[in-house]
């Protein structure tokens, strides 16, 4: 089975085929951070437009990479949630309209669950079952899997996610757009052991995330430190991201312990953090799997191959577009087949 996937949830559109037995074909990713960046943000309406843009020709691109046509696909799969209403919408009655004239089944793909999958992508493939931390700029979740749709949620964030509270922080220490990374590399440069932040609902039982009093300590600090200078920035980030490592560190541990599994499975965005593969490498007394770093963040391959999967279990998508801003992973239906069925 061919599929095309498509990815269009946010400020990225991601185009790939994946075909089953051979693996990932071609992918093709555009960025809109340079959009975006005067704003400090992403504004959905903008990325929405871009989206439009882009779509057709990333379409062409990866089938012209992969020496194939429309007409060799077997499946269309799309993003259908959770994300901005009017980027979904965009690949989504691409991608359903794109099916129905090619008279192929098309699925809708639940963006958490694709990021949950891009690990198998990898050549080291985790068994199940496995435990799943999911951390990116909306989501900050512990998973059980024991299978494609068979999921329980273990603990998530309360308030602001990891990814989110990464941006915010570089928002008050002012080092750009996306905050993630470059807060990541002012830490760098960072004085180790200059300020101490805390690390949030460690000090009780449970798999729950807070990182909302994280963040108000981190502006309490740039406040007393103002006028911020270069290495203020830098200490300040080296702090935030030691908090947040080791506080997913903490979870983790319990996670796996409670599981009573050896494996981790880690994916999102934040997963491309090279403090937290550290950490977690060297500190978790367990297999720790992540995703190649280009698929870290929003990317086609990973809608391509969770929709190869769904669709090789048999669902379709119904001919109406529908599509979902926010959609808890926990209300994904198990499809009756292995997570890495489609590697065949």
């Given at each position: 089975?061919?599929?095309?996937?498509?990815?269009t949830?946010?400020?990225?559109?991601?185009?790939?085929?994946?075909?089953?037995?051979?693996?990932?074909?071609?992918?093709?990713?555009?960025?809109?951070?340079?959009?975006?960046?005067?704003f400090?943000?992403?504004?959905?309406?903008?990325?929405?437009?871009?989206?439009?843009?882009?779509?057709?020709?990333?379409?062409?691109?990866?089938?012209?990479?992969?020496g194939?046509?429309?007409?060799?696909l077997?499946?269309?799969?799309?993003t259908?949630?959770?994300?901005?209403?009017?980027?979904?919408?965009?690949?989504a009655?691409?991608?359903?309209?794109?099916?129905w004239?090619?008279?192929?089944?098309?699925?809708?793909?639940?963006?958490?669950?694709?990021?949950?999958?891009?690990?198998?992508?990898?050549?080291?493939?985790?068994?199940l079952?496995?435990?799943?931390?999911?951390?990116?700029?909306g989501?900050t979740?512990?998973?059980?899997?024991?299978?494609?749709?068979?999921?329980?949620?273990?603990?998530?964030?309360?308030?602001d996610?990891?990814?989110?509270?990464?941006?915010?922080?570089?928002?008050?220490?002012?080092?750009g757009?996306?905050?993630?990374?470059?807060?990541?590399?002012?830490?760098?440069?960072?004085?180790?052991?200059?300020?101490?932040?805390?690390?949030?609902?460690?000090?009780?039982p449970?798999?729950?995330?807070?990182?909302?009093?994280?963040?108000?300590?981190?502006?309490?600090?740039?406040?007393?430190?103002?006028p911020?200078?270069?290495?203020d920035?830098?200490?300040?980030?080296?702090?935030?991201?030691?908090?947040?490592?080791?506080?997913?560190?903490?979870?983790?541990?319990?996670?796996?312990?409670?599981?009573g599994?050896?494996?981790?499975?880690?994916?999102?965005?934040?997963s491309?953090?090279?403090?937290?593969?550290?950490?977690?490498?060297?500190?978790?007394?367990?297999?720790?799997?992540?995703?190649?770093?280009?698929?870290?963040?929003?990317?086609?391959?990973?809608?391509?191959?969770?929709?190869?999967?769904?669709?090789?279990?048999?669902?379709?998508a119904?001919?109406?577009?529908?599509i979902?801003?926010?959609?808890?992973?926990?209300?994904?239906?198990?499809?009756g087949?292995?997570?890495?069925?489609?590697?065949?």
């Amino acid at each position: 089975m061919l599929v095309l996937g498509i990815e269009t949830s946010c400020d990225e559109t991601g185009l790939a085929l994946y075909e089953h037995g051979s693996g990932l074909l071609a992918d093709a990713l555009y960025s809109q951070v340079e959009l975006h960046a005067r704003f400090g943000g992403v504004v959905p309406e903008l990325a929405s437009r871009d989206h439009v843009r882009k779509i057709v020709p990333l379409t062409r691109e990866v089938l012209a990479r992969a020496g194939r046509t429309q007409d060799d696909l077997d499946g269309i799969a799309y993003t259908a949630g959770p994300g901005l209403m009017g980027a979904l919408l965009v690949g989504a009655a691409f991608g359903r309209t794109l099916a129905w004239s090619l008279g192929i089944p098309a699925v809708g793909v639940h963006h958490m669950e694709a990021h949950l999958l891009a690990p198998l992508l990898a050549e080291r493939e985790p068994p199940l079952p496995f435990v799943a931390l999911l951390v990116s700029g909306g989501h900050t979740q512990l998973v059980r899997v024991d299978g494609l749709g068979r999921y329980e949620l273990m603990g998530e964030s309360l308030d602001d996610a990891a990814g989110e509270a990464f941006d915010k922080a570089a928002k008050m220490l002012d080092l750009g757009f996306p905050g993630g990374p470059a807060l990541a590399l002012a830490a760098e440069r960072g004085t180790p052991g200059r300020f101490r932040f805390p690390r949030p609902m460690t000090d009780r039982p449970g798999l729950d995330f807070s990182f909302s009093g994280l963040k108000t300590h981190t502006l309490t600090t740039v406040k007393a430190c103002a006028p911020l200078s270069d290495q203020d920035r830098a200490d300040i980030s080296l702090a935030f991201e030691e908090a947040v490592v080791e506080t997913i560190l903490i979870k983790c541990r319990r996670a796996i312990a409670a599981a009573g599994i050896g494996h981790l499975v880690i994916a999102g965005g934040v997963s491309a953090n090279r403090r937290l593969r550290d950490r977690l490498d060297r500190d978790l007394d367990a297999h720790v799997h992540y995703a190649p770093p280009r698929l870290c963040t929003d990317n086609g391959a990973m809608i391509a191959y969770a929709g190869c999967l769904r669709l090789m279990a048999g669902e379709r998508a119904p001919l109406e577009v529908a599509i979902r801003a926010r959609w808890p992973m926990t209300e994904l239906r198990p499809a009756g087949l292995a997570a890495d069925a489609a590697r065949g």
